[in-house]
């Protein structure tokens, strides 16, 4: 009996922590567990990042359409504050020039939060309706506790870091930084080779994989809540974590948005 039940919670877990897949190399949906191809896509995590950046772009137009002087709406004050918090942190930190920071910044901040407050969403609300009208069989909806999903993001804001280290120093100033920092004798540029690609490589690699690690340690308390306690009484521990993780989806958002700006600001330095 007691395996049976062991048995029923692993398959629980399980299923909630597997994603709705596409296998690239033979055009097929997987079945849940599947794992043993190479270029495999989690639509879920596609889907949910792609529609939260819409939700995000949509009511931002709407906003600046319908904004007014003198007496803003709820939604625009609210809009302006976030602005005011993203430009003023910026001005805080970038010491550089340059126009697509803080437009950057405001994006990163409120697409990571919009990612991360689907935690928030009942375990089984929207996986249930997926499977009864859907008919999917595993559903994950929480983009940011996808490593994929962290990564490529993080990726792309390394592909910036190169970009303006390059703009500003150029390639030469560039590869003068990696050899001859932080020892400037020649015999220790091969020193430094490794130590500053090492240093350029971990800021991806610590974006992604804190991101990641924060929200899927939440979204897995969430599921473990629901796996051992019945409905009616998942809410005595659940809601104390969701308003303590609500703290915990606002800092990890603003973290990723100021190393952002950081290594950004670090990039436009001349050398």
């Known amino acids: 009996m007691l395996l049976n039940i062991q048995s029923s919670y692993q398959e629980y877990i399980g299923h909630h922590l597997h994603h709705l897949q596409f296998d690239l190399s033979t055009f097929s949906w997987l079945e849940s567990g599947d794992s043993s191809h190479f270029w495999i896509l989690n639509i879920d995590s596609i889907f949910f990042s792609i529609l939260l950046a ?11 359409k319908s904004a007014t002087y003198g007496v803003p709406n709820k939604l625009q004050t609210f809009i302006e504050l976030l602005i005011l918090f993203v430009d003023n942190n910026v001005k805080d930190m970038f010491h550089g020039n ?3 920071i803080a437009p950057l910044s405001m994006t ?3 697409w990571v939060f919009c990612m991360n407050i689907m ?5 089984d609300f929207l996986p249930y309706i997926a499977q009864n009208v859907l008919g ?12 994929n999903i962290t990564s490529s993001i993080a990726l792309s ?12 120093n150029g390639i030469i100033g560039f590869l003068k930084r990696l050899g001859c920092h932080p020892f400037s004798h020649p015999m220790c540029i091969p020193i430094n080779l490794i130590l500053e690609i090492i240093s350029l490589l971990s800021k991806p690699v610590s974006m992604s994989l804190r991101l990641f690690g924060n929200m899927y340690s939440g979204e897995l308390i969430f599921i473990l809540i629901s796996a051992l306690l019945p409905w ?27 190393l952002t700006v950081i290594y950004l600001s670090i990039a436009h330095d001349p050398y």
């Open 98 to 100: 340059s126009k697509l």
């Open 232 to 258: 009616w009484g998942q809410w005595i521990l659940s809601l104390p974590w969701s308003i303590f993780h609500i703290l915990v989806i606002t800092l990890q958002a603003f973290i990723f948005m100021v």
């Open 54 to 64: 819409v939700l995000f772009v949509l009511v931002g137009s709407v906003v600046a």
């Open 136 to 147: 999917v069989s595993a559903l994950r909806i929480v983009p940011s506790a996808d490593v």
């Open 108 to 110: 990163v901040f409120v």
């Open 119 to 123: 935690d928030l969403v009942p375990v």
């Open 157 to 168: 804001i390394f592909v910036l870091i190169i970009y303006y280290n390059i703009c500003t």
